[in-house]
């Protein structure tokens, strides 16, 4: 649908068409690409500028804050848009964590457990750390941040998982950036 904005110098309308509406499938998954960076962009500038200003710690405490808002919002949109329903556990959780933006611009996957009580979620290759590597500076310590910010979408898609992260930098493992592991709660 066409945006209809006034003209500030006339009483003429300008219409502003909206180039998604036509694009095709290859260009749309090429804008999901562009946006999941660009939202990635700037989550990193943000957290770049607090880091400057008010030093690593408090950086830390403010996006942690920040991800554990984000998280709950992002998986609840997940649910609402791919009818994921709450309350399904595991196996919901591993189609949640596909849906995340995380999964359009980093390598990861999951594995399950023998007997499929917990699912582990890896983070194979991770832009942030490759970014921060890139620029000269050291991983980012994102422990804290990604002990919030999962279980705040682990619980939002079922509120009786509860994770455990079993590694992250700058404590990597095996080529894998970061590793979590997910339990129902008995």
């Keep these: 649908m ?3 904005t006034q003209d ?4 003429k309308e300008i219409h502003v068409e909206n180039p998604y509406a036509s694009m095709t499938r290859e260009d749309l998954l090429r804008a999901l690409d562009m946006f999941a960076k660009n939202w990635l962009a700037h989550d990193g500038c943000w957290f770049l500028a607090a880091e400057e200003r008010l030093g690593m710690e408090t950086a830390i405490s403010l996006d942690a804050a920040s991800w554990q808002r984000f998280a709950a919002a992002e998986a609840r949109r997940v649910i609402e848009t791919f009818g994921e329903p709450g309350a399904q556990g595991l196996e919901a959780l591993e189609r949640a964590l596909a849906y995340r933006m995380y999964s359009f611009i980093n390598e990861q996957h999951a594995e399950w457990s023998e007997d499929r009580k917990e699912l582990t979620f890896v983070m194979d290759r991770c832009r942030v750390q490759e970014t921060r590597r890139r ?3 050291p991983d980012f310590p994102c422990r804290p941040v990604g002990e919030v ?4 979408f682990s619980s939002t898609v079922d509120p009786r998982i509860r994770v455990q992260c079993r590694h992250c930098p700058p404590d990597a493992k095996d080529g894998q950036y970061c590793a979590w592991t997910f339990r129902l709660d008995d």
Excluded: H, V
Aim: no cysteine; aromatic share 8%; charged share 35%.
């Design 2 to 4: 066409p945006e209809r």
């Design 8 to 11: 500030s110098t006339s009483d």
């Design 135 to 137: 620029k000269g500076l």
């Design 149 to 152: 910010e999962f279980s705040a």
